[in-house]
């Protein structure tokens, strides 16, 4: 005979336990067998490391390919007067210069604003060739004007003149100095308010009588 009750039941032979009680009492055995857990401890706020935003970084520049722009430029100014009166004068020989420069690199001249111009590629270097066309008085203007507009430093500069103090033939190269009496480099000191700068001073001699040193000076040469 059985007798069923909600906590056990009752078999001939003796009582016997509820098989869902053991379930339960095999669970909290294995549970305790289990080693405790350890609480781990929050980190404080200052031992975290900070996440710090990155900064954009700025588009790579493009890189430009090297042109005739990126090479040196420098000015050179043949100092003179403009017309056939004053072709062959003495006082012309920066002019004289200039022409020798163009014919050497078979380059010609071209009419631009206060003078001619000539460009010449030398060893990747850009001269710039200038005739002033402002007369001698006044290369002052001319020498100004192309140093600006291509945007050439004063000691890339270089005028060739006349000098009447120097033997004829004879050159003499300074980085600085005086006018020494030149009515162009005096005018060209004077605008430009500075007068360190490259001439090439080309004697012409002083073959004159006294108070002929002007038409000695605008005369043509006799050699």
Do not use: C
Request: aromatic share 6%.
């Amino acid at each position: 005979m059985i007798m069923a009750t909600s906590r056990q039941t009752t078999i001939k032979g003796g009582p016997t336990k509820n098989p869902s009680l053991r379930g339960v009492r095999h669970r909290l055995l294995a549970e305790s067998r289990k080693p405790p857990r350890l609480a781990t401890p929050k980190k404080k706020r200052a031992d975290r490391p900070r996440l710090t935003r990155l900064k954009k970084l700025p588009k790579p520049k493009l890189k430009i390919k090297s042109n005739s722009a990126d090479i040196l430029k420098y000015l050179v100014v043949g100092l003179g007067n403009v017309g056939v009166k004053y072709l062959n004068t003495r006082h012309n020989i920066g002019f004289k210069v200039a022409d020798a420069l163009a014919e050497r690199s078979a380059t010609s001249f071209s009419e631009d604003r206060y003078g001619v111009i000539s460009s010449i590629k030398h060893r990747g270097r850009n001269l710039i060739v200038l005739k002033p066309n402002t007369f001698m008085n006044l290369s002052g203007k001319a020498v100004n004007y192309w140093l600006q507009k291509e945007k050439i430093p004063l000691e890339r500069l270089l005028v060739v003149t006349d000098d009447l103090a120097l033997p004829y033939g004879k050159q003499r190269l300074r980085m600085k100095g005086s006018d020494g009496g030149h009515n162009g480099l005096k005018d060209t000191n004077a605008i430009l308010g500075r007068q360190d700068y490259a001439r090439l001073r080309i004697g012409i001699g002083d073959e004159f009588h006294k108070g002929g040193q002007i038409d000695y000076v605008l005369g043509e040469w006799s050699m």
